[in-house]
């Protein structure tokens, strides 16, 4: 399944947040809240690591998310509206931990989009060969994969086991 963060996986550097941001999106269409959290992870992730690579970021000694988005240097090398949109995938994800029932699915498209937007801008920034890229939400009503049930593996289990008895 092809999604808007598939982009990621070309630059080995971005391993540690790639995936988070992949799974974030592949789990909209089952669970919007899901969606949302995983999204403030790779961003949280991704701002770490923005603070391991880049020379003109100095860690804060409070390394929460927040104190590390709102830091002078961090506004210096995100422009006003990367860091509103950083803001709002902060918050956003804050509530979905504490208020699931507000999240929306407009809201987890808008939090994807967002992401979508740091994301590129890392890639730009930090990445070795880039290429623009854009948002598709067309992406995110790709059809989700339908779940898989207990019943359905104990099935599969017992057709392998009875291949390999006829096998042997």
């Known amino acids: 399944m092809t999604t808007n963060f598939d982009f990621l996986l070309s630059d080995p550097q971005f391993a540690s947040f790639a995936e988070t941001a992949i799974a974030a999106e592949q789990i909209y269409p089952i669970n919007s809240v899901l969606s949302v959290l995983g999204c403030r992870q790779a961003m949280e992730v991704a701002v770490k690591w923005m603070y391991s690579v880049d020379d003109a970021l100095v860690m804060p000694y ?3 998310l927040v104190s590390l988005m ?4 961090f506004k210096d090398v ?3 509206d990367l860091h509103k949109r950083l803001e709002y995938i902060r918050r956003v994800g ?3 931990a504490h208020e699931p029932k507000y999240i ?3 809201k987890s498209r808008l939090v994807l989009h967002n992401l979508h937007v ?3 801008f890392i890639a730009y920034c930090y990445g070795e060969n880039y290429t623009e890229t854009t948002f598709d939400p067309a992406l995110l009503e790709a059809p989700a994969l339908a779940p898989v049930t207990v019943q359905s593996e104990i099935d599969a289990v017992i057709e392998q086991v009875n291949k390999n008895a006829i096998a042997a």
């Open 118 to 120: 740091f994301m590129d």
């Open 94 to 96: 804050n509530a979905a």
């Open 62 to 64: 409070d390394t929460k």
């Open 104 to 106: 929306t699915k407009d």
């Open 70 to 73: 709102n830091s002078d240097e």
């Open 78 to 80: 995100v422009d006003r």
